[in-house]
């Protein structure tokens, strides 16, 4: 099996410090540039799951960069370069803490919550009779906490504004941003036969200057439907064939996991990792219409250290 790469430990020229997120590995070099390393680990239910994905750095941070490109029209946004398939390097910003979440149908935790009883979902009404991924009549933004540690929390927009997390001049503007955002990332979609079904955006700032930082439209921070089949699968009560992070909730929640103290994480056999990392594959050419090029993942490391040692001297 091809090695995949789950923690990155580098010094480079003016590095201030590092962050190791639950994917990415963030360099600060002098307060002015962050070197993301997009790793192959993969978290669900807020934790990282033992095992690696080969492959799958490099999927999420190329099509993050490919996003970041077509959507550059309607926000700023923090890419610099991708010297690297499993790296982008971009302005150092400050993290507005909230995530901007958009959800076009009702489905995965939105359905959880729906299902329990729950009308409301971060403060937005959502009627009854609704059944599972149904299309919302008009997309709903329902913000959650950016929590350094554990589980990020539900929040509205108004106690967002009322704890003064965003002041609400600048939220007004990232939902703005989100629902463009959004629009544009479900027509490129459509484009390739998938509907985006619900995603999240996070943003940052540079001085009075508001940033689209980190991922966009990857099957971390995304979910996708196959589009063929959506109306005969809904109506026939049917689950959607998706191309998301969800399947790999699903079989940890077949197998007794949720997140949950004194939960035991289910082995994660070659077998199981191996069609993870294919399905990630998978989407990268669905949703790129390129075909993935699976760079060798011998000597990675040390060719990533290369690249943005190159890239850095450079500038």
Not at 181 to 196: T, W
């Amino acid at each position: 099996m091809n090695e995949a790469i789950i923690k990155t430990d580098f010094t480079f020229p003016g590095q201030k410090d590092v962050y190791h997120g639950k994917v990415r590995d963030v360099y600060n070099i002098n307060d002015e540039l962050l070197v993301m390393v997009a790793s192959d680990r993969i978290s669900a239910f807020d934790i990282v799951l033992p095992r690696g994905i080969p492959y799958k750095g490099q999927v999420l941070n190329q099509i993050a960069s490919r996003f970041l490109d077509a959507t550059a029209d309607i926000v700023p946004n923090w890419k610099f370069a991708s010297p690297d398939p499993m790296v982008t390097i971009g302005h150092y910003c400050d993290p507005f803490p909230v995530e901007m979440i958009i959800r076009g149908y009702l489905t995965g935790s939105s359905w959880r919550t729906y299902k329990s009883g729950d009308r409301a979902i971060c403060g937005v009404p959502v009627p009854d009779g609704m059944r599972e991924h149904q299309r919302f009549p008009v997309p709903i933004v329902t913000p959650t906490t950016k929590a350094v540690e554990g589980h990020d929390e539900d929040i509205s927009r108004e106690e967002i504004i009322r704890q003064g997390l965003v002041s609400e001049e600048d939220y007004n503007k990232l939902e703005d941003y989100t629902k463009k955002l959004f629009l544009r990332g479900s027509g490129i979609a459509a484009e390739k036969g998938l509907i985006l079904v619900d995603t999240k955006y996070e943003f940052g700032k540079v001085g009075d200057r508001i940033y689209l930082i980190d991922e966009i439209h990857t099957p971390d921070s995304s979910r996708y439907f196959y589009a063929d089949k959506y109306e005969e699968r809904f109506a026939r009560g049917e689950q959607q064939k998706q191309l998301s992070k969800e399947f790999v909730r699903e079989w940890l929640m077949e197998n007794g996991f949720q997140g949950k103290d004194g939960q035991q994480i289910p082995e994660m056999t070659d077998e199981f990792v191996s069609s993870v990392s294919e399905r990630y594959i998978e989407l990268f050419e669905q949703v790129t219409s390129e075909t993935f090029n699976r760079v060798p993942t011998q000597g990675v490391l040390e060719r990533i250290e290369k690249n943005i040692n190159e890239y850095l001297a450079n500038r």
